[in-house]
């Protein structure tokens, strides 16, 4: 994970950077679209060594965002009609319709040759590397073919750009709502920098050693998993007893998150978000780890989870140490898109953190 730590805090300045701006110039932002644009900039930095330069520009530069939406809406629609799918890409095809993803492949296209030709930027981290470099040292030594890192690329940017965006948007609103919360995460970080434990900008092995960050972590992906959708699996060869009902070979089951994670029979309070759940010592220990499925399970469980990890891990510590943000509508309940994600929607004023009263 280390070696992606350079491109973390390279974007990471960046968000810095904007997030000031806004507050000089007393912006009301929807913050949910802001760290879309955050986190594909920094999951095609930490992939391809190359952002979509979307916080700068401060829009879906590309349109991916919004073409991204429109197949996982496909997906959602047509997912459980595999038969369906496929008649409707012949039909497209026939009708020379565009694929959405076109402009997303093509970026990484010439992001995939970019890096071949010329290799990685200066990063001021020498342990830095993205991710394609990986690939194509398997390449070299014959484990991969091209198809095989165009592929994984572009799994990259679609399974950790939304996913990861929709994860720090519900942490900041959490947080940010909650000012018990906001206070002894301030509290956190404050007595971590004083005893010379949390360096600027925040490392990530530093970030694990703060278990009230952890735990808003934990919760915020028990509370608000990006993936709303059931998770399916096809029942092996002998079938499969599941809650005393028998199975047969080949059924396709799974559960979303969400059920698991509001289940009163896992969890007292469901609705209510209290990091503390996660911390060692507390009264309600142990915590099922049927509640810690944002992320998916068994073999196909999330690739990407540790990036996505060190990315929220690094950022929100930056934005609590320097930022306050104020609501539009404090106390409101937040507008949510609930589709194959979950996306949510806020607006507010970010401002340079106040100094603490008495
Ligand atoms: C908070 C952020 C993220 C969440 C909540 C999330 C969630 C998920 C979920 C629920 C699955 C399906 C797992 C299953 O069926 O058991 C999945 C799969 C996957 N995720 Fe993530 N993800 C996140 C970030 C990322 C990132 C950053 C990447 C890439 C760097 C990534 C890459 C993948 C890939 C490649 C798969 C497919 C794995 C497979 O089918 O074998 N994800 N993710």
């Given amino acids: 994970m280390v070696n992606y730590e350079g491109a973390v805090e390279k974007m990471n300045v960046v968000l810095m950077r ?3 701006e806004f507050a000089e110039t007393r912006r009301l932002v929807q913050l949910p679209v802001f760290l879309q644009y955050y986190a594909f900039d920094v999951i095609s930095y930490i992939t391809m060594d190359r952002s979509f330069d979307m916080m700068e520009t401060e829009r879906d530069r590309t349109g991916f965002l919004h073409k991204i939406k429109v197949a996982t809406e496909h997906q959602m629609s047509f997912g459980p009609f595999p ?3 496929v008649v409707l890409t012949r039909v497209a095809a026939l009708l020379k319709l565009k694929d959405p993803h076109n402009e997303l492949f093509q970026f990484i296209g010439e992001s995939i040759q970019r890096f071949r030709q010329v290799g990685s930027e200066p990063n001021e981290n020498p342990k830095s590397e993205p991710f394609l470099a990986k690939l194509l040292d398997l390449e070299l030594k014959g484990k991969i073919d091209e198809g095989s890192i165009f592929s994984s690329c572009g799994s990259n940017v679609i399974a950790g750009s939304d996913t990861t965006a929709i994860t720090l948007s519900a942490a900041f609103f959490y947080i940010y709502q ?3 919360v906001l206070k002894k995460l ?3 970080i404050d007595a971590h920098e004083r005893a010379g434990l949390l360096s600027s900008p925040a490392g990530f092995k530093e970030a694990q050693q703060m278990p009230y960050l952890q735990g808003i972590i934990r919760e915020t992906l028990r509370m ?3 993936v709303a959708q059931m998770l399916p699996r096809e029942v092996p060869q002998d079938g499969v007893v599941l809650s005393g ?4 070979a080949k059924t396709q089951v799974g559960i979303s998150a969400w059920a698991l994670h509001y289940n009163p ?8 978000f209290r990091p503390e759940r996660w911390l060692e010592g507390d009264a309600n220990k142990p915590l099922s780890p049927a509640l810690n499925f944002a992320f998916g399970g068994g073999s196909r469980v999330c690739l990407g989870k540790n990036i996505s990890l060190l990315e929220m891990a690094k950022v929100i510590p930056e934005v609590v140490r320097h930022f306050d943000i104020r ?3 404090p106390g409101q309940r937040w507008e949510l898109d609930v589709g194959w994600f979950t996306w949510s929607s806020y607006k507010c004023w970010i401002e340079e953190r106040r100094p603490a009263k008495g």
């Fill in 265 to 272: 029979e896992l969890i007292d309070s469901p609705r209510v």
């Fill in 178 to 180: 909650n000012p018990m």
């Fill in 327 to 329: 609501f539009k509508n």
């Fill in 83 to 85: 038969f369906l799918h």
């Fill in 18 to 20: 904007k997030f000031r």
């Fill in 224 to 226: 608000h998993p990006a």
């Fill in 186 to 188: 301030r509290d956190e």
């Fill in 245 to 248: 009902y028998h199975f047969p």
